[in-house]
């Protein structure tokens, strides 16, 4: 069974930093591509970054990009999210997602979320 | 990027039929079959029902099915359920090698 699991949400000033953890099993991590989704709350859902399987590529929304790191160790089959600078417009769970294996664009497991919130 | 266009709401009794429009544009949603629907209930993670247009991935009712015309995508619920009310979201891979959502459709069933 695919099982995601987030860690390191928390609160956190305007202008700090925060790393997110994301601990995966159930599936051979290193051969899928991975993803960040956010969702401030009461709000939608709002793709935030994505990396592929090698870690050789990563892609960003614009609102984070400067701002936030996504990378992943194949070894501890983990994805982390390091997010800078953060702004209170950051505050949402975030969740990491697993590539569907039959499309590119497409989630198919999701952890259960981790809560950001930045306040001061 | 802006988020793709849904309706906010949409109802419809038990056995009835709905659709779920997503608006975009020929850098999204007209551009690429990259079209996927999540269904999400109050508090979980978002699950998939429809990825790459019209598929389906194994275990999701074929009660839900996908399509897609122009810059348009839409997702038919047929004889729904009152388990099927929930929020639901339409995403797209765009032309800036990023993902873009819907905003959001909240399916009420009478």
């Known amino acids: 069974e695919v099982q995601l699991v987030e860690s390191g949400g928390g609160l956190v000033q305007p202008g700090g930093s925060l790393r997110l953890s994301c601990e995966a099993s159930g599936f051979t991590f290193n051969t899928y591509a991975m993803t960040w989704v956010r969702q401030a709350p009461g709000k939608g859902l709002d793709w935030v970054a994505s990396i592929t399987y090698s870690d050789s590529d990563t892609f960003y929304a614009d609102s984070v990009k400067g701002r936030f790191t996504i990378s992943r160790d194949n070894s501890k089959n983990t994805l982390y999210l390091q997010m800078n600078t953060l702004r209170a417009e950051d505050t949402a769970v975030y969740y990491c997602?697993?590539?569907?294996?039959?499309?590119?664009?497409?989630?198919?497991?999701w952890g259960q979320g981790a809560l950001v919130t930045v306040s001061s | 990027q802006s988020a793709l266009t849904q309706p906010a709401s949409v109802a419809g009794s038990p056995g009835q039929s709905i659709t779920i429009s997503c608006s975009g544009s020929s850098n999204d949603v007209g551009g690429y079959n990259y079209v996927s629907w999540y269904q999400q209930h109050s508090g979980r993670a978002p699950k998939v029902l429809i990825y790459d247009v019209d598929d389906r991935p194994s275990g999701v009712s074929n009660r839900f099915s996908g399509s897609k015309s122009g810059n348009t995508a839409s997702l038919t619920i047929s004889g729904l359920q009152a388990e099927d009310e929930a929020d639901y979201y339409c995403s797209s891979y765009t032309s800036s090698s990023t993902v873009v959502f819907g905003g959001g459709t909240k399916l009420t069933v009478l």
């Open positions: 997602a697993k590539r569907i294996v039959l499309s590119p664009w497409a989630f198919d497991s």
